[in-house]
């Protein structure tokens, strides 16, 4: 049998798609061995959302070439679909596949490993109007199984390669994602994380009938699941309706990731963003009223074009204000194709690495108050993984919590959080539950 080694770059959606071609090759009779081994076909799921995730994937595709020089290299994902010329260009690459095409990547590798030449499977990413339908073959091995609802994005933020890379947004059919979450808990899974690239948007492609609310009460509805958690979300996408299931279902996890992107009205002017920092301060004040105790983590770029000292400065203050439990703080990278990338005012790489350190260390200050708001108080914990007798999880408002317990994964605990540890907080299990 053929052995296949895959590799992901990137988000959590990229993550998923990877496991539901790992399932696809499974079917077809393929062995999969890990990345760094011998293999004789190479998957490599791509990003292009940074430059960075263009060279690491350049590089990794160099990798698996030297590992083996006769392997079929197949290349796919968002780096693929933006700039097929430059994968083609690279040794070894056999096969090149977009965003929309994976479904097919058995009949592509195959078709390769019996031909010479390269096939380049790439297509219009514009004209994709239907979402992607790849069920999950194979259960990956985690406690928290991602599950993909939604694909493309229409927003077009002036920084984002991404709408160019993913296409109109394209929704997962109710009755699809109900089963593919049966599949997910019967094969043991507690947690379930709804993933999109445009995830608040999902349904808008169905005729606006169903609604993110809808896709959520769908998987809520299945017997067994422990809890439901969302991905990244645009804040002015949240509903009364999420709210509302949030609040009553303790299964729906108190955990919202808002990207925010900048904290100055001018900067997010520039990113065409379609908030300004007030309305965002409204919108969160009005999540925290709701469900008390939430947590809101956030992205942050630093360094667009044009952000002045000053600008920056409101930005640190705005960020600061709002108190997220966790930043992902991100330096501004230029993306050919979008308009930020032909913005003449680019700030310099030190500069953008220094912001990148104030805007880091205020987030680690603020992750800790978050924590530390909550020692003394029992949570429940979905357990994850042992290391050297120590076995973690993560509470429903994502905080880390460390025990000396030895608990299988996949438990479920009330844990009394007693101190800041590592990443997280250190805790005492109260109660196992059933
Ligand atoms: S919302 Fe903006 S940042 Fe997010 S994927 Fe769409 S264009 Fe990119």
């Known amino acids: 049998m053929p052995k296949v080694a895959l590799t992901t770059l990137g988000c959590k959606v990229n993550q998923f798609e990877t496991e539901t071609m790992e399932g696809l090759f499974k079917r077809a009779g393929y062995t999969v061995v890990p990345f760094e081994a011998r293999a004789d076909v190479y998957v490599i799921n791509t990003c292009s959302v940074t430059s960075l995730g263009d060279r690491k994937s350049r590089q990794i595709i160099r990798r698996a070439h030297r590992e083996n020089e006769r392997a079929v290299i197949a290349v796919c994902g968002c780096y693929a679909q933006v700039a097929p010329e430059e994968i083609k260009a690279i040794e070894g690459v056999r096969v090149v596949l977009g965003t929309k095409e994976r479904a097919q990547i058995v009949d592509y590798v195959e078709c390769a490993l019996r031909e010479d030449g390269i096939l380049d499977g790439v297509g219009d990413i514009m004209q994709a109007h239907t979402f992607e339908d790849i069920p999950l073959y194979d259960s990956p091995q985690r406690t928290r199984a991602f599950l993909k609802i939604e694909d493309g994005c229409e927003n077009f933020c002036s920084y984002c390669i991404i709408p160019y890379a993913r296409g109109p947004v394209k929704s997962r059919a109710l009755s699809h994602i109900r089963a593919e979450a049966e599949k997910l808990v019967r094969a043991g899974f507690h947690e379930i994380v709804l993933t999109g690239i445009h995830l608040g ?30 991905g990244s979300l645009e804040s002015l996408e949240l509903s009364p309706e999420l709210f509302a299931l949030i609040r009553e279902d303790e299964r729906f996890c108190a955990h919202l990731h808002l990207p925010l992107q900048a904290g100055s009205d001018a900067v997010l002017r520039a990113m065409n963003r379609h908030y300004d920092t007030a309305e965002f301060a409204r919108l969160i004040e009005g999540v925290r009223r709701e469900v008390p105790g939430i947590a809101i983590s956030t992205d942050i770029i630093v360094g667009f074009p044009g952000e002045t000292e000053e600008m920056f400065a409101e930005s640190l203050a705005f960020v600061a204000r709002l108190g997220f439990s966790r930043m992902h703080v991100f330096p501004y990278s230029r993306r050919t194709g979008t308009p930020a990338a032909r913005m003449t005012d680019q700030v310099p790489e030190p500069v953008k690495k220094e912001r990148v350190h104030r805007m880091q260390a205020l987030a680690r200050e603020k992750t800790t108050a978050f924590e530390q708001s909550f020692l003394g108080e029992t949570l429940r914990v979905l357990f994850e993984t042992r290391v050297d007798g120590v076995t973690d999880g993560l509470t429903d408002n994502y905080i880390r919590v460390y025990v000396a317990d030895d608990l299988p994964s996949g438990t479920l605990a009330a844990v009394r959080l007693d101190r800041l540890y590592r990443d997280g907080v250190w805790g005492s299990v109260v109660r196992v539950e059933k």
């Open 201 to 230: 948007a999902y349904g808008r492609d169905l005729g606006g009938e169903v609604t993110l609310a809808d896709a959520c009460r769908e998987v809520l509805s299945v017997a067994g699941l422990r809890r439901l958690r969302l």
